[in-house]
């Protein structure tokens, strides 16, 4: 709701000329229709950019890579979104002119660090307005109240009770009735997968090829990189895969609670990790898992751009170089299943685990 009312806000307390940016990474709406929108609000000029392609293999595929989780269950879509976004709308300003940036993120919360970091790493020079943290708007329900008067066109997403993100690779929700933890989401709150208890009686199998620690293909067939988390999606979402409830510990050291859905990331994580214990030797495996934790904890705070990550995506890169194969997975209502491991780099022998089962009897 914020980032809809920013523009006329901006007008009249900066008396500056506002460009709006709006960067498609595979949210759920229409951006086509964002145009028509910021124009009305006051925008001088619009940018809309498909940045879907350069979502998947310059930050998703990484992050794949280096297996990092967020405190064991959040695959950080939002988080890694953030530095994406923040870069292209400061190569738009100074290809403007622009003396100033801003964010609609709230006052409180992890964004606004993400943004923040990603604008000063790029152009320090520029001033940053984080509106929420100037103005007098406290609530969604004063922000709505604003929005009305200034005739600013209010959507269903914006007149919602909760927070809402969603990209290419998962759909987050957070504040309303999701803060009393005692509750659970409403049953018909998610967007992306199906109750698991709805979802289709009978098992459902993918496999997922991989070359170079990426999917590349599905059931033997080449698939490129959007179009195959899209895919992965669909079928998770109906077999009601990557819903995940967490109470997590954040930026400010205060704890909150996000549902996420998912689908395709997690299956493409748990086919990732399963053709890892095919490939990679136990002490290189280990070493890795210990930095999946520092990198989650990288993209979480929003130092993306820094060269710890640039390092750490280094090491991950070399660890990823064998991890080519494919892993077949059954999916029911909510479950997963590994059916099949399959790699030309595979370390496993089934001649020396027998033997080795045998001396374990």
């Not at 523009?7 to 498609?24: M, Q, R, S, T």
């Not at 049953?187 to 709805?198: G, L």
């Not at 070399?318 to 494919?326: F, H």
């Not at 029911?332 to 399959?342: A, D, F, L, Q, W």
Request: proline share 4%.
């Amino acid at each position: 709701m914020g980032t809809s009312i920013i523009i006329p806000w901006l007008k009249e307390n900066y008396g500056c000329e506002v460009i709006a940016v709006v960067a498609d990474v595979g949210q759920d709406e229409e951006v086509h229709k964002l145009e028509a929108k910021a124009l009305r609000s006051g925008a001088s000029k619009v940018f809309i950019d498909d940045l879907r392609k350069e979502f998947v293999t310059g930050y998703l595929w990484p992050l794949l890579k280096s297996g990092a989780v967020y405190e064991g269950a959040y695959l950080l879509g939002s988080s890694i979104a953030r530095p994406l976004i923040a870069k292209r709308q400061i190569e738009i300003a100074i290809q403007e002119g622009a003396d100033a940036v801003a964010h609609g993120c709230p006052a409180i919360g992890n964004d606004q660090v993400r943004f923040e970091r990603a604008y000063t790493a790029f152009a320090p020079q520029l001033k940053i307005i984080a509106p929420w943290r100037e103005w007098n708007i406290r609530s969604r329900y004063e922000a709505l109240s604003y929005a009305r008067e200034h005739r600013i066109q209010v959507t269903a997403a914006d007149e919602s009770t909760y927070s809402h993100d969603s990209n290419l690779w998962h759909m987050s929700y957070e504040g309303g009735t999701l803060d009393d933890l005692t509750e659970a989401p409403p049953k018909d709150f998610f967007e992306r997968t199906m109750n698991p208890s709805a979802s289709p009686d009978g098992d459902s199998e993918i496999t997922i090829d991989f070359d170079n620690g990426v999917p590349v293909g599905l059931n033997g067939t080449s698939i490129p990189p959007v179009q195959i988390i899209e895919d992965l999606n669909e079928i998770g979402g109906t077999n009601g895969i990557g819903r995940v409830d967490l109470v997590e510990d954040c930026n400010e050291d205060v704890k909150s609670r996000g549902i996420y859905e998912t689908p395709g990331g997690t299956l493409i994580t748990t086919a990732h990790r399963e053709l890892e214990s095919l490939v990679l030797d136990r002490r290189t495996r280990h070493q890795k898992e210990i930095l999946a934790i520092n990198y989650a904890q990288l993209v979480y705070d929003g130092h993306w751009f820094s060269p710890l990550r640039e390092a750490l995506d280094a090491f991950f890169a070399k660890t990823n170089e064998k991890i080519k194969g494919s892993i077949t997975l059954s999916l029911y209502k909510g479950n997963i299943v590994v059916k099949s491991r399959k790699s030309p780099n595979s370390l496993y022998r089934a001649d020396v685990a027998s033997l080795a089962a045998q001396a374990h009897l």
